[in-house]
């Protein structure tokens, strides 16, 4: 059971701001998807180890060789606002 | 040249090599094609045609693929507009081999979705039936290549974003075993699931673009290839293998469905093929797991969109702060916000070993289900979506029932093994999927026998105007 006010942290974790009629929506449609992902529990998973990757693969190294890089304007091509050479951002602010 | 229409891409690419016809005219054929779609299943399609477009047909690319210079958005307002500055290593190997790419096609904002209707630029509709959904997320290309838009096209299935739409627009979609393809330059939903995938007319088709596709990739170190290069298919009998039919006893499968499997099943027999019913234990609770690692791994890939290094920034707000969250309020789409919460919600403190965890303990059950079956047959075998394409707007006001649409196909990523879709009949005058999966890196096993199955069964593909 997830209440308004767990959406309203959630949603400060995810950066997002919700409209009030998605405040209004998601406790009761976030509720009936976790319900449904706790069945879950129904699976006796006593003592079974969690998959992290699900091809057998471990320690993948590349030799350690210099590359060139994107050049710098390119990478700022598609910013929405750039100075100096660099991402432009709002202050943090006070908080 | 209308005569394209009716080939192949293989068929086309020995015309090509003919010199019947030039790469030219093939390309400049299907750019008219694409550029007549009148489905939704294209955000942008080639302006020109290139000098020498290359030895193989033109290929229709989902929209999630980055594309040098080409406007590749993810089916997001978020990144609307966003030209990458590289390809994609998929794209890449298809336009080295001589698979220039045509057009960008429509699909579920950031692959979440299982019918299209979750794209910030309008639905893709079904050319068997111009009323209902074509599948997704990979709809846009499951519809091109149905309608005869496009010859073959790349989309991805992470809980079966291809082999779904393939199965409601009658057409092939073929997942490999996670690793096979590079993920690179492919705009990430889900990690530990995505994978690029063909979709094609037939399975000799498919056979052909993995070959191309597959390959380790420095740039993606989860990459592997696949030990052995995918001959084209050529079986024309399963004597002597073992098929284990998983699913068909399901609540929700539509016995319209269940019934054209059955036949199917009865094909395999025919062939020399054998069949026994199996039981997954775990994998029904797939959904259920699915619905937490993809979530949580979406909510930490889609973390990057922050409106600083590309794609949408708000004009509203006063603070740093404000600026991210409301630049992710405008840019995100409905589906898109509520996976982000389900998965920031179970990584956050204190509920990450009660969700996540537990989630990735219901994967190994998963993938024990699938080795104790491998080690009775050769494959298994499953509807692909439980009912064939449903209304648009049916099932959009209930998002649990639209994931249920992935019952059969989201078991394979979790296991990580390859499966593909192929179309075996008809229910209501629209398509039927079957579902072939084997273990991790049997492609040519399973492309072999779907080869064999699809020339028994003799589908024709939706009549093309």
Not at chain 2, 436 to 450: K, V, W
């Amino acid at each position: 059971m997830i209440d308004r006010d767990q959406v309203l942290h959630v949603a400060r974790l995810a950066r997002l701001r919700l409209t009030d009629e998605e405040l209004e929506r998601m406790p009761g449609e976030l509720t009936k998807i976790l319900e449904h992902v706790e069945k879950m529990d129904e699976l006796d998973l006593e003592g079974v180890e969690p998959t992290t990757h699900v091809v057998d693969l471990t320690n993948v190294l590349r030799e350690d060789v210099p590359r060139p890089c994107l050049p710098r304007e390119r990478a700022l091509a598609g910013a929405p606002d750039v100075a100096d050479g660099g991402f432009r951002v709002p202050s943090p602010g006070a908080s | 040249m209308s005569d394209l229409l009716g080939l192949t891409a293989a068929q086309q690419a020995q015309l090509i090599a003919s010199g019947e016809v030039s790469s030219a005219e093939v390309f400049e054929f299907w750019r008219g094609r694409a550029a007549g779609d009148d489905l939704g299943s294209y955000l942008w399609v080639a302006e020109e045609t290139p000098a020498d477009p290359g030895a193989l047909p033109p290929v229709a690319v989902k929209d999630l693929f980055c594309v040098e210079g080409v406007p590749s958005s993810a089916g997001s307002r978020i990144l609307e507009g966003y030209l990458p500055v590289y390809t994609a290593t998929s794209v890449r190997n298809l336009e080295e081999a001589g698979a220039a790419v045509l057009g960008k096609t429509n699909q579920d904002e950031f692959a979440m979705g299982s019918s299209n209707e979750n794209s910030a630029f309008g639905p893709v509709r079904n050319p068997w039936d111009p009323s209902r959904v074509p599948g997704g997320s990979s709809g846009g290309s499951a519809a091109a290549v149905a309608a005869g838009t496009a010859p073959w096209a790349i989309g991805t299935d992470t809980g079966g974003s291809v082999r779904q739409p393939a199965s409601l627009c009658g057409i092939v979609g073929l997942k490999p075993t996670y690793g096979a393809v590079s993920r690179y330059g492919m705009i990430a939903f889900a990690s530990s699931l995505d994978q690029c995938s063909p979709l094609t007319r037939d399975v000799t088709d498919a056979a052909l673009m993995l070959r191309i596709l597959e390959g380790r990739d420095p740039c993606d170190s989860t990459s592997l290839g696949l030990p052995d290069q995918i001959e084209l298919p050529s079986a024309e009998r399963l004597d002597g293998l073992r098929f284990g039919a998983w699913g068909l006893g399901e609540e929700g499968l539509d016995p319209g469905v269940a019934a054209v499997v059955r036949t199917t099943l009865d094909r395999i027999e025919e062939l020399g093929g054998s069949v026994v019913e199996i039981d997954l234990p775990s994998a029904g609770r797939g959904i259920s797991a699915y619905y937490v690692i993809a979530p949580a791994e979406a909510s930490a890939n889609l973390a990057r969109y922050d409106g600083v290094r590309y794609g949408h920034r708000t004009e509203d707000f006063q603070d740093l702060l404000g600026m991210y969250e409301n630049t992710r309020a405008e840019g995100f789409g409905e589906e898109v916000k509520r996976r982000i919460m389900i998965g920031t919600y179970a990584l956050s403190s204190g509920y990450y070993e009660a969700y996540y965890g537990t989630a990735q303990k219901v994967r190994t059950k998963i993938a024990q289900d699938f080795a104790a079956a491998f080690e009775q047959v050769d494959f298994v075998v499953t509807p692909t979506s439980p009912t064939v394409a449903f209304e648009l707007g049916e099932r959009t006001a209930d998002p649990l029932a639209m994931y249920l649409s992935d019952y059969f196909t989201v078991p394979m990523p979790l296991a990580g093994i390859p499966a593909v879709s192929i179309p075996c009949g008809l229910s209501e005058g629209l398509p039927v999927g079957f579902q072939i999966a084997g273990p991790a890196f049997s492609e040519g096993r399973i492309l072999d026998a779907a080869y064999a199955l699809e020339r028994a069964i003799g589908f024709e593909g939706v009549p093309v105007p």
